[in-house]
């Protein structure tokens, strides 16, 4: 049997604090831990600090678990479930497919666009909020999760290839850290002078140091680590300031993303190719209802 949460009446407005940020970002959910630990540190309500961390993660836990917050308010990125299940039998695979048979379309709105454009995040956790901004502008998101390997590259590399006739060009976000700030320096010389392709616009959209003043982000103590090579000359630089990713409001850098992609955009292009779309969609709902009709005698 579970052991019966201590509800205080500490705990019970820390909960009514976590509802309030839940309630103002409705449209970003599902939010990760850290991102509501951070609105709880940008609004000053906790500390900054690994102890709160912990102690906001047992709170989430247990809201969920006493239903004071819904399961669908929360996400974890880092661990994930494959089904690798079958179906019961034939009959229930047709009727499944039938029902998506035809859906899922979308017309690659780029295609007549001088750049092949990527969006790079540092951080997985954040990679269905990206998803979901790039989406509507056919947009890949990669997520790189740290320093990238020469076979991730070369993957990239061999995207490019497949795009010649375009310019590409990298939008990358990671943290304000001693390493978050090299990366995309890192990929950059790795891709000119290992792998000879000179021609790549590397962006940094965030974060900068800027979006560090400008929201006033806390800082992440943790993120400067002793025995990391690159603390030296990020301190010398930047003196002690580290900041992540989630710590902008999702809103914001939802705005940060889709001005990104629309500033590399020949825009009456993509507007042609938007209703082209409309176009393929009204073709395929009429071939849709046709088939099935032949299925249906």
């Excluded at 309030?20 to 970002?25: G, K, P």
């Excluded at 836990?61 to 974890?76: C, N, P, T, V």
């Excluded at 079958?86 to 007549?112: C, E, M, N, V």
Aim: charged letters at 35%.
């Amino acid at each position: 049997m579970r052991r019966k949460f201590n509800w205080t009446d500490k705990q019970l407005d820390k909960l009514k604090k976590v509802q309030e940020i839940l309630a103002d970002l409705e449209k970003y959910k599902p939010l990760t831990l850290r991102q509501i630990f951070y609105q709880l540190v940008a609004r000053e309500y906790i500390q900054n600090t690994k102890s709160q961390y912990t102690l906001l993660s047992n709170l989430l836990k247990h809201a969920r678990l006493d239903g004071y917050i819904s399961w669908d308010d929360i996400e974890d990125r880092v661990r994930r479930f494959e089904d690798l299940s079958g179906w019961p039998g034939p009959d229930d695979f047709i009727s499944a497919h039938l029902k998506r048979f035809l859906s899922g379309y979308s017309r690659d709105l780029l295609q007549t666009q001088e750049k092949y454009i990527e969006i790079w995040i540092e951080k997985d956790a954040l990679s269905a909020l990206f998803v979901r901004a790039a989406e509507p502008y056919t947009v890949p998101v990669v997520v790189c999760r740290g320093f990238s390997s020469v076979s991730f590259l070369n993957d990239f590399k061999e995207r490019i290839s497949c795009h010649e006739d375009r310019r590409p060009v990298m939008l990358y976000f990671g943290d304000f850290d001693p390493s978050g700030v090299v990366m995309l320096e890192a990929m950059e010389e790795t891709l000119r002078d290992e792998f000879k392709i000179p021609d790549i616009e590397f962006k940094r959209i965030a974060l900068l140091k800027e979006d560090i003043e400008k929201y006033r982000l806390p800082h992440n103590p943790d993120a400067i680590k002793e025995h990391d090579t690159r603390k030296d000359k990020h301190v010398e630089k930047y003196g002690e300031l580290a900041v992540e990713l989630d710590a902008l409001r999702p809103d914001i850098l939802i705005d940060r993303i889709e001005t990104a992609i629309r500033a590399e955009l020949d825009l009456d292009a993509f507007q042609d190719e938007t209703e082209k779309q409309q176009d393929d969609l009204d073709l395929l709902k009429r071939k849709k209802k046709e088939i099935l009709a032949f299925f249906e005698q």
